[in-house]
């Protein structure tokens, strides 16, 4: 029997027919200069998360990429609820599909698994953990994720570092998010990895003031609450995810966790940059 966490299906994306006819427009046919090798072939983009990464609420940024980046096929393998743990057995799965560039941004469940007993016994429950989510276990099995996709890939592999919860930032949650940011930063260094700097783009994107306390984030049921109401003002309502944000009292995020449409542009932008070869 499956759980109710149970495995979503990797969502696959990439330019559309039209966008590549436009690309090509706009790109000089040049015949290959005699001992030139042919044009690299298409990137194959692997990007392992949770529900932040597969966009069924708050902005999709793996889908926003694909419109941007003709050269690159995108499969985001991401699960909403999902822990560093979760993360860790689909990794075969994405050595199968023999990707280039592996992006991971994994953890914001572990985090909101350790601020309350009732969120640990609900993680490590419907997900089947092995054990409750700590700061030492998202360690040790965010370094294991980053090593066996080294040792079992040739793909350029990335991590990002944790977005916002909430916009309280001396609470109990940011101080949480902050620790597992530090977490992710030592371990790309130690595993010779880069890490990219998600949550500083989108404060600097959102032009947020960390010393003015807003909205904490919600835990338990008033997040679900939210996500469902954030859910059905977008598919429903045809709302965008900055309006809704706004609307429920944020602006990073919708309702304190998933992104808002600036911060998942953010995000994009910020891994555009690094796909394309520039400064990140």
């Not at 949480?176 to 783009?201: C, H, M, T, W, Y």
Request: glycine content about 6%; proline content about 5%; overall charge neutral.
């Amino acid at each position: 029997m499956r759980s109710p966490a149970e495995i979503k299906a990797p969502q696959r994306w990439q330019a559309s027919r039209m966008q590549r006819t436009a690309a090509a427009k706009q790109t000089p046919h040049r015949e290959p200069e005699v001992g030139k090798q042919p044009q690299a072939e298409r990137k194959r983009v692997a990007c392992i998360g949770d529900s932040i990464t597969r966009g069924d609420v708050g902005f999709n940024w793996v889908r926003d990429l694909s419109t941007r980046l003709e050269d690159c096929d995108f499969t985001a393998y991401a699960t909403n609820g999902n822990c560093a743990f979760n993360a860790l057995q689909r990794v075969p799965e994405v050595v199968a599909s023999k990707p280039t560039h592996v992006f991971v941004l994994i953890g914001t469940n572990d985090v909101n698994s350790q601020l309350s007993e009732l969120s640990a016994l609900f993680y490590t429950t419907v997900f089947r953990l092995p054990c409750r989510p700590t700061a030492r276990v998202y360690r040790s099995q965010l370094r294991e994720i980053i090593r066996k996709l080294k040792t079992e890939t040739d793909a350029d592999v990335t991590v990002l570092t944790l977005p916002p919860f909430g916009e309280d930032f001396k609470s109990t949650a940011a101080a949480k998010i902050r620790e597992s940011n530090q977490i992710i930063a030592e371990v790309a260094e130690e595993e010779g990895v880069k890490v990219l700097p998600l949550f500083d783009e989108i404060i600097a994107a959102c032009k947020v003031d960390m010393e003015k306390a807003g909205l904490p984030f919600y835990t338990g049921a008033k997040l679900l609450f939210m996500g469902i109401i954030s859910g059905c003002l977008y598919y429903v309502w045809g709302w965008d995810w900055d309006r809704i944000a706004q609307y429920n009292g944020f602006t990073c995020t919708v309702d304190s966790c998933h992104l808002s449409s600036t911060s998942g542009k953010a995000v994009a932008s910020l891994v555009e940059r690094h796909l394309r070869g520039g400064e990140d």
